[in-house]
């Protein structure tokens, strides 16, 4: 059994987002800012977001600040008391721990993408859960950033985890998820090692297709630019729920 409470946050985040942007994260933000235009969501009307299995990583947050109203409250939901602390850390910031963040920022807002740390941090809300027990029609938006396909070797397990997250939005509702493409497991510093599930682009892609319209990008980096040995590539996907049907009715 896995022990998330032993995942190195700190060396993770180092790794994955502490010295530069790698290749494949600034396609995907690219990609997520153009389609969320598309879109045409009106700024500042979403009351109640969640970015699932957040861990160490505030990206997916920055993207969709934007879009929340005043009072509304993005939570960042993750079942490892590691991850549960370096949120923590990040959003009170008393240690300058999500320094290295700010390039990401200024990507955004030299895309014309209205966010802000700060931002993020007057709504976020740093809460324990997991992505098989989300409430039902809960969300106007979910994210989920590499992790239904990063905790699990088995594709039932991904496709439930799938299924619960997309069932804790409302009708209507925005999803912006990522996942790694060909993944074969990693590891975290020097500790422990973690499982991943192996799927493809088509994989991934017909997972998706029950749960309505979607648009996607494959991100992949260069030679020397892979964050770690073991995958191809990573996706991005942006769609919205669709309403319910209306019931025949018998005339």
């Known amino acids: 059994m896995t022990d998330w409470d032993s995942f190195d946050s700190e060396a993770y985040a180092a790794s994955n987002y502490g010295d530069r942007i790698h290749a494949e994260d600034e396609q995907i933000i690219r990609f997520v800012v153009t389609e969320l235009k598309k879109l045409r969501i009106p700024f500042g009307h979403m009351r109640h977001a969640a970015d699932i299995g957040a861990g160490p990583n505030l ?17 960042l939901v993750d079942r490892s008391a590691a991850n549960l602390r370096h949120l923590r850390k990040a959003m009170d910031d008393a240690y300058g721990s999500a320094a ?12 014309g993408h209205r966010t802000s740390l700060q931002r993020l941090r007057d709504i ?5 859960g997991s992505i098989f027990e989300l409430p039902t029609g809960r969300y106007d938006a979910v994210l989920c950033f590499f992790v239904a396909e990063s905790i699990t070797t ?5 496709a439930a985890g ?9 009708p209507g509702g925005l999803f912006i998820t990522a ?6 497991g990693y590891r975290t510093g020097t500790g422990n090692s973690f499982p991943a599930c192996h799927l493809t682009m088509p994989d991934i892609e017909r997972h998706y297709r029950p749960y309505g319209e979607f648009r996607s990008i494959f ?5 020397w630019d892979a964050i770690r040995p073991g995958y191809q590539g990573m996706t991005a996907l942006i769609g919205r729920r669709p309403p319910p049907r209306p019931r025949a009715t018998n005339r």
Do not use: C, I, N, Q
């Open 59 to 75: 990206y997916p947050g920055l993207l969709l600040t934007p879009y929340m109203s005043p009072g509304g409250t993005l939570e």
């Open 100 to 111: 290295s963040w700010t390039k990401f920022e200024d990507l955004l807002l030299r895309l």
């Open 124 to 128: 976020a809300r740093v809460k324990e």
């Open 154 to 158: 088995d594709r039932e397990v991904f």
């Open 162 to 170: 799938l299924d619960s997250l997309m069932k804790s939005l409302k």
């Open 179 to 184: 996942h790694m493409v060909g993944s074969t």
């Open 219 to 223: 991100a992949s980096h260069g030679v």
